[in-house]
């Protein structure tokens, strides 16, 4: 048959031009794309197909891959068509805080089905307006008036882990910390309790839904039709056949009444009674615009602040756990500081005080460094060229870096994969002499890092101080593997099949 005639049918002539479009897509890609020139395996140059299969089908694994890429290819690779990747220490600081106010790549913001968060937003400006109307809920002024409400919660978890205690019960303490992290972050943004820290094995917390929401995101992701297509299901429907997406829509759900009923003032009276500012009223009620204070867009935004609030704190607090349990060295110099602090182990504790404290300095900056909070790379996009080395990056290329690389990296942390509170004391300085502090980038650095910071660190440092100052543990059948990064889920997880890190409480 001759080559017109084939073309003659539609049909047929609408695949010739798909592929002629490939084509021409691959060439383009390969020899004429303002990428084509920077380091890289041409199957990442000619599509995301390969991020597809290490993210969805090997479960979270990019991350992972990228590092190999940069062993065989060097600092800076284009990992898939459009973006690069940098993997330097020393340049974190140039990415995230001296090239200035950045957008954000607006391909990740579905990851979560929360476009419209403060975290999410892709330009600068936009991102402003709502992190300004943020900053002061999570000042430190505000965070140190909240201590009381940290306390009374860090109070009903002492009472649990005595209960396990003299029932010498198995304490799944990573769930007990998510239910801890879960009750003080939704307190303050609603002036509500689950009671999660009440169940008697703390088996729902709000973990669960976000450890979701960011398992599914690498398909949201590449297949954005996915969670739409999901979201028209019914719920009985859902639950078979996709239980992770039906756990994030049931969370949307959630927050959805929460704010109707502000909104409505049905929450009137728990407000007023309330002893401090609540985060979603304070914005309900503040100077944003109205577009700002639709009902879906702070729905996102309650997402990604509950979210951002449960699984990191709660997550550095188990890993500052395992170590410190399965480390009696460290374990003791921390005990015997806190001893010496706090002769009274059941007074009120307080942040500034716990601050003062080296070790317990040492161990929460250990925490965080260990527990990654964001395993995924974190793209900027810049107005202006980006010079790396030899490279001049064109403007509005996605430039990525990783904080597990920057945290992992041997050269500044030596043992990295150790938990050294100790390597924080007296002003250390790394190989180079620059200070060791520059290279803590846990919380991210410049416009876009952690909004809360200081609900963190009030968390850590007083849950820490309480735990050990009262109780010693002994791990059961838990092991390193349950706390080391093993998926990339944009939060970290350790393998799928672990029990999570579980304790016997030994001594109050
Ligand atoms: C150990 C605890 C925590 C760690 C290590 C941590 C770390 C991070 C990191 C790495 C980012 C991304 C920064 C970037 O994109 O460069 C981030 C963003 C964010 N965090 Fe945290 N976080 C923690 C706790 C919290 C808490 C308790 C809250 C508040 C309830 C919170 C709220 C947020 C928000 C809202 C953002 C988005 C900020 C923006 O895009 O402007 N985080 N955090």
Same mark, same amino acid.
């Given at each position: !048959? ?13 695949? +010739?031009?798909? @592929? ?15 990428? =084509? ?18 993210? +969805? ?19 800076? +690779?284009?990992?898939?068509? $459009? ?25 990740? /913001?579905?990851?979560?089905?929360? *476009? ?21 809920? @999570? ?15 860090? $109070? ?7 209960? @396990? &205690? ?44 976000? !450890? ?9 992701? &590449? ?8 979201? !028209? ?27 109707? =009923? !502000?909104? &409505?003032?049905?929450? =009137? ?10 985060? @979603? ?17 702070? &729905? $996102? ?21 395992? #170590? ?27 942040? /500034? ?36 080395? *030899? ?16 945290? $992992?990296?041997? *050269?500044?942390?030596?043992?990295? #994969? ?68 093993? #998926? ?14 579980? +304790? ?5």
């Amino acid at each position: !048959m001759a080559i017109s005639s084939i073309l003659d049918h539609p049909v047929t002539s609408l695949v +010739v031009v798909y @592929f002629v479009y490939l084509l021409g897509l691959v060439v383009y890609r390969l020899y004429f794309h303002p990428l =084509a020139k920077y380091p890289g395996p041409k199957y990442a140059a000619i599509s995301r197909w390969h991020e597809f299969y290490y993210e +969805v089908v090997k479960k979270g694994q990019f991350t992972f891959k990228i590092q190999e890429l940069h062993k065989q290819y060097g600092p800076i +690779v284009r990992i898939v068509p $459009d973006e690069l990747h940098i993997q330097d220490s020393e340049f974190y600081d140039t990415v995230y805080t001296k090239a200035g106010r950045v957008d954000k790549y607006d391909w990740m /913001a579905g990851r979560f089905g929360c *476009d419209t968060s403060v975290f999410t937003t892709g330009p600068d400006e936009l991102h402003r307006i709502r992190r300004g109307a943020l900053n002061p809920l @999570f000042s430190r002024a505000r965070i140190v008036d909240l201590q009381t409400i940290i306390r009374t919660k860090i $109070d009903i978890l002492l009472d649990r882990i005595r209960e @396990f &205690q003299r029932d010498n019960k198995v304490l799944p303490i990573n769930r007990a910390f998510m239910a801890l992290t879960g009750e003080v972050v939704m307190e303050y943004c609603f002036s509500i309790s689950y009671g999660h820290l009440k169940l008697p094995n703390f088996e729902k917390t709000l973990h669960e839904p976000f !450890m979701a929401a960011s398992i599914s995101g690498h398909l949201s992701l &590449q297949c954005p039709w996915v969670p739409k297509m999901l979201s !028209m299901l019914p719920e009985s429907i859902l639950v078979k056949i996709e239980p992770l997406y039906a756990l994030v829509f049931r969370m949307q759900a959630d927050f959805r009444n929460q704010i109707n =009923a !502000m909104k &409505q003032g049905k929450m =009137a009276d728990v407000l007023a009674k309330s002893s401090h500012p609540t985060v @979603f009223q304070e914005l309900i009620s503040g100077n944003l615009p109205e577009s700002e204070k639709e009902t879906r867009r702070l &729905q $996102d935004e309650a997402q990604l602040v509950v979210a951002a609030g449960v699984t990191t704190t709660g997550w550095a607090l188990t890993v500052a756990t395992f #170590h410190l349990t399965s480390n009696p060295a460290t374990l003791s110099r921390l005990r015997a500081e806190l001893e010496a602090a706090i002769p009274n182990p059941t007074a009120p504790l307080s942040w /500034a005080e716990l601050e003062k404290l080296p070790y317990l300095t040492g161990c929460v900056r250990e925490a965080v460094r260990l527990s990654y909070a964001v395993s995924t790379r974190n793209p900027r996009l810049f107005s202006k060229p980006l010079t790396y080395k *030899d490279w001049v990056i064109p403007p509005r290329t996605p430039v990525s870096m990783t904080i597990v690389d920057v945290s $992992d990296d041997e *050269d500044i942390f030596p043992a990295a #994969h150790e938990f050294r509170p100790e390597r924080w004391i007296g002003s250390p300085k790394t190989k180079d002499g620059s200070s060791l502090e520059r290279y803590f980038v846990g919380f991210g650095k410049g416009s876009r890092s952690c909004l809360g910071i200081n609900l963190a660190h009030a968390e850590l440092y007083m849950t820490l101080a309480a735990v050990f100052r009262n109780f010693a543990f002994e791990l059961y059948e838990t092991d390193v593997s349950d706390v080391a990064l093993a #998926h990339d889920f944009f939060l970290p997880s350790p393998k799928l099949d672990s029990h999570g890190v579980r +304790v016997k409480v030994l001594k109050g």
